[in-house]
């Protein structure tokens, strides 16, 4: 058997000794393994083959497999790992590009190179016949010793991944190892030939290229060392911020990154989630930054990549924004919870068609909305106990469920089809409803989206609401809280057509005529306490100001208005806060 065996291996070596003479000059330098020439390197790995030399193939398996393409593969695989550890290393081909032997040693002798390994499979002729690793130096060269050590650091290195036979180092006398001017070996990488050794080859891929860089790497004193990756950082910045303040992210030092990219994004509205406004990007070594103060917007989005040698990650955070930093307690709302996509069911809860399609109802009650391009929601049908016991969502529509048990279902029970929600705080990106917030039942449009105030339970559950008039009243009746003439004031549904009976609602308009003139046409916009006294009355009448000339007894009534934009006074300012909507 031994004397087989040693035939055998004599067979094996024909792979590292053909010399193809390439018809295309290679390249006249060693590189990196990415192509950059590179003179000087603690190692040069010299590729077998390439190009028009495929060195062994396994064909005797039945397949093409060839001897370049996998000792390439392996070759720039090991290289990443030293290169990744700290060390440098050059390649005699980084592509399947045809080298000859003699530029080979050219190469390697033309640079300033510590340790020369050239990278080979094996091959025996026969399927499945040989097996294993083997690692050759040159007996006569200058510096055999140092070559020997090399051979069994490698060589040893390599039979450590655990699953090959050992066929132990060697001397032969080939041309890349007797020419090199410094330490060289040349390892036969198993047999490709043999379909188990291809086989290990393939599995234990990245345990055989770290193998072979161990192996180098010991002679000099160095192993690999792990990726440097890193991870995402750990943001902190506050849920909710008023307008006009900064806003300060902060997060802790990420193990391996040398920067941090970061992004501020203000968005508008709910349903604008991909449309936002970028007001800060930049990099930082440190670990915060400031979001300037922003005069409005619905949230902000914040974004920070820990950059490492190797990868990115990033954290994203929302920044929901608002008049206050926090909502206003005197706002009529249901609170909403848990609405990042979690179908465990809260006491109120918004979802979407993403987040199940079905919700069983015991003791709640259930509104399917659909988008409106103001960013309410209309309703448009209930489900309530024992009525249904299952709802789905589809399309773009909206599920908000709320427990029988909750806060504010007393306000819920009273909404009817065709009302209007605005969920505060809670905004739909991508289809996904995120954040936690407040629903607003109707009005959500009259002034800011942050300042409603129907502080009024009987008018917080209406369709709309007039300022300054009771729920019901009709055009007759506005007329006369005005303490107007009905030659001064005239309602106006959102036809056009003349109304005195009817009861008005939004989108109604009072035209303050002079002199059979109108001098000003003003949409109706709900709301209410404005002046915050407790009750919706006179006081609370914003929609005319003093632009009536004397003969009308409208003049005094805008002093009487509440600080709509929050300033602090009664101005002219708040008067344009409603303006601004008509
Ligand atoms: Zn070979």
């Known amino acids: 058997?031994?004397?087989?065996?040693?035939?055998?291996?004599?067979?094996?070596?024909?792979?590292?000794?053909?010399?193809?003479?390439?018809?295309?000059?290679?390249?006249?330098?060693?590189?990196?393994?990415?192509?950059?020439?590179?003179?000087?390197?603690?190692f040069i790995i010299d590729v077998g083959h390439g190009?028009?030399?495929?060195?062994?193939?396994?064909?005797?398996?039945?397949?093409?497999?060839?001897?370049?393409?996998?000792?390439?593969?392996?070759?720039?695989?090991?290289?990443?790992?030293?290169?990744?550890?700290?060390?440098?290393?050059?390649?005699?081909?980084?592509?399947?590009?045809?080298?000859?032997?003699?530029?080979?040693?050219?190469?390697?002798?033309?640079?300033?190179?510590?340790?020369?390994?050239?990278?080979?499979?094996?091959?025996?002729?026969?399927?499945?016949?040989?097996?294993?690793?083997?690692?050759?130096?040159?007996?006569?060269?200058?510096?055999?010793?140092?070559?020997?050590?090399?051979?069994?650091?490698?060589?040893?290195?390599?039979?450590?991944?655990?699953?090959?036979?050992?066929?132990?180092?060697?001397t032969s006398n080939f041309h890349v190892t007797r020419e090199s001017n410094m330490p060289a070996i040349l390892i036969e990488y198993s047999f490709i030939d043999n379909a188990s050794d291809n086989q290990?080859?393939?599995?234990?891929?990245?345990?055989?290229?770290?193998?072979?860089?161990?192996?180098?790497?010991?002679?000099?004193?160095?192993?690999?060392?792990?990726?440097?990756?890193?991870?995402?950082?750990?943001?902190?910045?506050?849920?909710?911020?008023?307008h006009?303040?900064?806003?300060?992210?902060?997060?802790?030092?990420?193990?391996?990154?040398?920067?941090?990219?970061?992004?501020?994004?203000?968005?508008?509205?709910?349903?604008?989630?991909?449309?936002?406004?970028t007001i800060v990007s930049s990099s930082t070594t440190g670990t915060s930054f400031t979001i300037p103060a922003q005069a409005s917007g619905k949230y902000v989005k914040v974004s920070v990549t820990a950059v490492g040698p190797n990868n990115k990650a990033e954290t994203?955070?929302?920044?929901?924004?608002?008049?206050?930093?926090?909502?206003?307690?005197?706002?009529?709302y249901?609170?909403?919870?848990?609405?990042?996509?979690?179908?465990?069911?809260?006491?109120?809860?918004?979802?979407?068609?993403?987040?199940?399609?079905?919700?069983?109802?015991?003791?709640?009650?259930?509104?399917?909305?659909?988008?409106?391009?103001?960013?309410?929601?209309?309703?448009?049908?209930i489900y309530e106990n024992g009525v249904a016991k299952s709802v789905s969502v589809t399309g773009t529509n909206v599920l908000w469920a709320i427990h029988s048990g909750y806060t504010g279902y007393d306000v819920a029970a009273t909404i009817v089809v065709g009302d209007k929600l605005t969920f505060c705080g809670v905004y739909i990106d991508n289809k996904t409803v995120r954040g936690t917030g407040y629903v607003l039942v109707n009005g959500g449009v009259a002034l800011h989206p942050d300042d409603l105030t129907l502080s009024d339970a009987t008018v917080a559950v209406e369709d709309d609401f007039l300022v300054g008039v009771g729920i019901g009243d009709t055009g007759s009746e506005i007329v006369s809280k005005f303490n107007e003439s009905a030659d001064y004031v005239?309602?106006?549904?959102?036809?056009?057509?003349?109304?005195?009976?009817?009861?008005v609602c939004t989108g109604y308009t009072v035209n303050l005529v002079v002199n059979s003139e109108v001098v000003k046409s003003i949409t109706i916009i709900i709301s209410g306490d404005v002046n915050g006294d407790g009750a919706i009355g006179s006081s609370d009448i914003l929609v005319v100001s003093g632009a009536v000339d004397g003969s009308s007894k409208l003049n005094d009534v805008f002093s009487k208005a509440g600080d709509i934009d929050g300033s602090g006074t009664v101005t002219s300012t708040d008067y344009m806060a409603l303006c601004n909507k008509i």
């Open 1 to 42: 058997m031994k004397k087989t065996l040693s035939l055998v291996l004599a067979f094996c070596m024909i792979c590292s000794i053909i010399a193809v003479v390439p018809a295309i000059q290679a390249s006249a330098h060693a590189t990196d393994p990415d192509g950059n020439a590179l003179s000087k390197a603690d």
């Open 51 to 170: 190009g028009n030399d495929p060195g062994a193939m396994s064909t005797v398996l039945g397949g093409n497999r060839k001897e370049s393409e996998d000792v390439l593969r392996l070759a720039l695989a090991t290289a990443r790992l030293i290169i990744q550890s700290g060390s440098t290393v050059a390649m005699t081909r980084y592509t399947d590009e045809t080298v000859s032997l003699t530029q080979r040693t050219d190469m390697a002798n033309a640079g300033s190179y510590s340790y020369f390994v050239s990278i080979h499979r094996n091959a025996c002729g026969t399927a499945n016949l040989a097996t294993g690793i083997e690692t050759y130096y040159h007996n006569s060269q200058s510096s055999t010793s140092v070559s020997a050590k090399l051979a069994t650091s490698v060589q040893n290195a390599a039979i450590g991944v655990g699953c090959w036979a050992n066929r132990g180092v060697k």
């Open 200 to 242: 290990k080859f393939d599995q234990y891929f990245d345990q055989n290229a770290k193998a072979i860089a161990n192996g180098m790497l010991a002679m000099i004193g160095k192993s690999v060392t792990d990726a440097k990756t890193v991870s995402a950082p750990s943001v902190t910045v506050a849920s909710t911020s008023a």
């Open 244 to 277: 006009n303040q900064s806003i300060n992210v902060s997060w802790g030092a990420v193990t391996n990154a040398t920067s941090y990219n970061y992004t501020a994004t203000v968005y508008e509205g709910e349903m604008s989630a991909t449309t936002g406004k």
């Open 316 to 332: 994203v955070k929302s920044v929901m924004l608002g008049k206050d930093a926090v909502y206003p307690t005197d706002v009529q």
């Open 334 to 381: 249901i609170p909403v919870a848990d609405v990042n996509g979690s179908q465990s069911v809260s006491n109120s809860t918004v979802w979407n068609s993403s987040v199940g399609t079905a919700f069983g109802m015991t003791w709640w009650r259930a509104f399917v909305c659909s988008p409106n391009a103001d960013g309410t929601y209309t309703v448009n049908s």
């Open 490 to 503: 005239k309602v106006y549904d959102a036809a056009g057509a003349e109304v005195t009976g009817g009861v």
